[in-house]
């Protein structure tokens, strides 16, 4: 257990003596107060910010700007999240702080929404992604893929589970939750008709990425050969000189224009692999979190995967 994880666990039990008043929360009634909620990521954020509309008040956890495989929570964060009516995660395996921060809040009325419920996770090896070096040390639950939202499909799910979290919150908007719920459902289903016709197409279906293991999903989705440097689902851990050099062979190999690089994360790896083949560079933007200048701009989640649709089909070469 890390010295902030302690930290964090410490703040739990102090909340547990002086905030009383997070219990004696009034009664959600048509026209009163808005339902406070914490997401943890920027997908969740969106997700529930479109749901919600004018009756929720969202917050997002995660500070613009910072990655989210490598955040730890602080004491301000348990506290914000303690004040909160509901609370929203995308699983243990994105967020394996998450259930820390649950075990200690004192709020006995806070509602959680576990969105990934009911997702089949992916392992590493799956059809449809190359991935050919495991991490060394690892548990077998640590392989799971979680960056579930990016099936189209599960996002959907996702959105149908924080629904349900906000009806059993607030029975009385019911029905403009569902509203709400359906016309952004149907966006997403827009977005990935138009993933599965411009991915359609292409010279190559090969893409070599110089980020973290993120798009097995997307990849698996539209018959995609997803080639990535660095090992396992987090960026802590940077390809090796073999590695590198393969990937070089695999860009000279697949007759490949463009390698592409990961939002906040240096380009560096991704810039190697150009510089030795005469590549151009494209960011592939998994939406785990935005840059701070995104975030001031307004980008949503539609957005930034219209921004990766148009990336994709340059780096493919899609008609």
Request: with cysteine.
């Amino acid at each position: 257990m890390t010295k902030k994880t302690v930290a964090v666990l410490l703040v739990c039990l102090l909340l547990s003596l002086i905030s009383i008043a997070c219990q004696k929360r009034e009664p959600l009634v048509p026209g009163g107060k808005k339902i406070t909620v914490v997401a943890t990521l920027f997908p969740l954020y969106d997700f529930a910010k479109n749901i919600g509309g004018d009756m929720v008040e969202v917050e997002m956890l995660m500070p613009p700007g910072v990655e989210t495989h490598s955040f730890e929570p602080r004491p301000e964060d348990v506290i914000k999240v303690n004040k909160a009516d509901i609370f929203i995660y995308t699983g243990k395996y994105m967020e394996p702080w998450a259930e820390d921060i649950l075990k200690g809040i004192d709020n006995k009325a806070l509602s959680v929404v576990d969105t990934g419920r009911v997702i089949v996770l992916r392992e590493e090896g799956e059809s449809g992604i190359h991935h050919d070096h495991k991490p060394a040390g690892r548990e077998h639950e640590a392989e799971k893929d979680p960056h579930v939202w990016l099936d189209f499909s599960n996002a959907r799910t996702m959105v149908g589970n924080i629904l349900n979290g906000f009806i059993a919150r607030d029975p009385a908007n019911r029905d403009n939750y569902v509203r709400n719920a359906a016309i952004y459902s149907e966006k997403l289903a827009d977005l990935d008709r138009r993933f599965r016709e411009g991915l359609s197409r292409c010279k190559t279906n090969t893409f070599i990425h110089g980020g973290h293991f993120a798009f097995g999903y997307l990849s698996g989705k539209y018959n995609l050969n997803y080639i990535s440097a660095y090992k396992g689902y987090a960026p802590d851990s940077e390809p090796t000189p073999k590695r590198l050099k393969e990937l070089i062979g695999n860009m000279k190999i697949h007759h490949l224009k463009y390698v592409f690089y990961e939002e906040l994360i240096s380009p560096r790896v991704a810039d190697t692999i150009a510089k030795e083949t005469g590549a151009k560079l494209l960011q592939l933007h998994a939406a785990h979190n935005l840059t701070k200048e995104e975030w001031d701009q307004g980008a949503t989640f539609v957005s930034l995967m219209e921004k990766t649709l148009n990336n994709l089909k340059t780096g493919l070469e899609c008609q």
